[in-house]
């Protein structure tokens, strides 16, 4: 063989003359530490199925849901960031259509008495 293609040795440390195998400890430890795993990111499905059943001005509600199947398959596939953005979208079309349905209501209200 050539000499540049010999493979150094790790530098391994002689045991002392009086110490036998037999003395030595057979035992190992070995420390594990979980790492806290995020919390996935909320997709707001029932949240958008009741908006879209119950307050569906504009087709928000459904707009909502359609966001918020699309942050779970999202979530199911390991795609964090893309279920945070479309949870996020549903979320945002849900306050708003909660918002215009609580305007109806009180306008309605306010007209009728």
Request: proline share 6%; glycine share 6%; hydrophobic share 40%.
């Amino acid at each position: 063989r050539a000499r540049g293609m010999q493979q150094q040795l790790p530098p391994y440390q002689v045991l002392p003359g009086e110490l036998n195998m037999e003395e030595m400890s057979r035992t190992t430890t070995v420390t594990v530490e979980e790492t806290p795993q995020p919390l996935p990111p909320r997709d707001h499905l029932v949240w958008s199925l009741f908006t879209t059943v119950y307050g569906n001005f504009c087709c928000l509600g459904l707009l909502a849901f359609v966001f918020s199947v699309k942050s779970r398959d999202r979530k199911v596939l390991g795609d964090y960031s893309g279920a945070l953005s479309y949870g996020s979208t549903a979320k945002y079309l849900n306050i708003t259509a909660l918002v215009i349905n609580i305007v109806i209501v009180i306008i309605v209200i306010v007209v009728v008495s």
